[in-house]
Structure formats: structure tokens, C-alpha cells
């Protein structure tokens, strides 16, 4: 099926018409305006206390003179294209794996958030081709850098995590979603010996 047929299809779904009955509400959209002014200063003060990182992780790639960037395509709202750039490998040995681990090579993406492309919290960034961006109540909000199916979410499969977290949005729940600790699937370890 062609992604114009999956949207002309969900475009008729009573999931994604109630969903988007839902966010249209006055209250809802005063909380989705909300949510966005939280991104918009939350990306700036990470930014701003995150400068010094930045800078070094800017040096390190102008010495190492093989680009800075790399690109990935994924699917923003209404299933659209959205750029997410973040720094290449970064060099330094050690020093470059160390940055690497506390995230230093997301940092571009702070510029998606404060573009609106992206949010802190919402569904999940899928890349292009996967058929589950455009489809389901998931497609009426922008991707989020967290959200229910990141953080490990109860039960279900990632795409009905997202779509119940559209369909039951609320400001506070991505307050909780965004502090919470991530859930992790803990695994039995047998005790028999070798």
C-alpha cells in the first residue's frame, strides 16, 4: 500500500479522528502551546549550560577535517520528513568514546527541538519507509527524543504505546515520561555452574 493510500486511509480512522478531536480542544491546544514553550527553553538552557561541551566536541571535529555531521531522515508529523543531524564519530581516542557515551554527539538535535521538529517527549522518530509513522493517532504530534516506547512503556507493542500516548496526551505526562526512570526488562540468571 502506497503512503498516500495508508494517509488517505488513517485520514478516515476513528482512532486518529477522535485523537485529533481530543487535541483540537481549547484546553488542549492551551497545553500543547504549553509543551512547546517547555521545549523551546528547555533546548535553550541546555544550550546555553551545555556550551562548554559543545565547544569541544567543535574543536576535536575541525582537527580531525572530515565533516562534522551526519544525517538521518525520519518521520515527523503527518508522516513528513524531518532531518535529524547529530555530530559524526567523534575522534580522541578514549577522550572521543567518553563524549560519545554522555550523548555529546546529540547535541544538534537541541536545534531540531527549538525548530519544532522534533520535541522532547512524543513518539517515537521512525525512519522513512517503516508504514507505522503514517499510520494511527502517532502521526498528529511531532517525535519525541523520549517517549512511552523509549522509556520502557507497560505492555504492547511500540506503535500502540505511541498511539495511546497521542490519543491520552497530556502536559503532565510528559512531565512524568521526561523524569521519570527508564523501566528495564530485568532477565532471571540461571546459577548453574559451567
Given at each position: ?111 531540531a527541538v527549538l525548530r ?40 504492547g507493542s511500540p506503535d ?35
Amino acid at each position: 500500500m502506497s503512503t498516500q493510500a495508508m494517509e488517505r486511509q488513517e485520514d478516515r480512522s476513528p482512532d486518529v479522528a477522535r485523537a485529533a478531536q481530543r487535541l483540537g480542544r481549547p484546553l488542549a491546544r492551551v497545553s500543547l502551546l504549553l509543551k512547546r514553550l517547555c521545549d523551546i527553553a528547555l533546548a535553550l538552557v541546555m544550550l546555553v549550560a551545555l556550551l562548554p561541551l559543545l565547544i569541544v566536541v567543535v574543536g576535536l571535529l575541525a582537527f580531525a577535517g572530515d565533516g562534522w555531521f551526519e544525517k538521518r531522515m525520519r518521520l515527523g508529523r503527518n508522516g513528513r520528513s524531518v532531518v535529524l543531524t547529530r555530530f559524526r564519530e567523534l575522534p580522541g581516542g578514549a577522550f572521543g568514546r567518553a563524549l560519545e557515551r554522555i550523548g555529546a554527539r546529540e547535541l544538534p538535535v537541541l536545534l531540531a527541538v527549538l525548530r519544532g521538529r522534533v520535541s522532547f517527549v512524543g513518539p517515537r522518530a521512525l525512519p522513512p519507509g517503516t508504514g507505522s509513522g503514517y499510520t494511527g493517532p502517532r502521526r498528529l504530534m511531532a517525535p519525541g527524543l523520549t517517549g512511552p516506547a523509549q522509556r520502557g512503556g507497560d505492555g504492547g507493542s511500540p506503535d500502540s504505546l505511541d498511539d495511546a500516548y497521542v490519543a491520552n496526551w497530556s502536559l503532565w505526562g510528559d512531565a512524568r515520561l521526561l523524569f521519570s526512570r527508564p523501566k528495564v526488562a530485568h532477565h532471571k540468571v540461571s546459577k548453574s555452574s559451567s
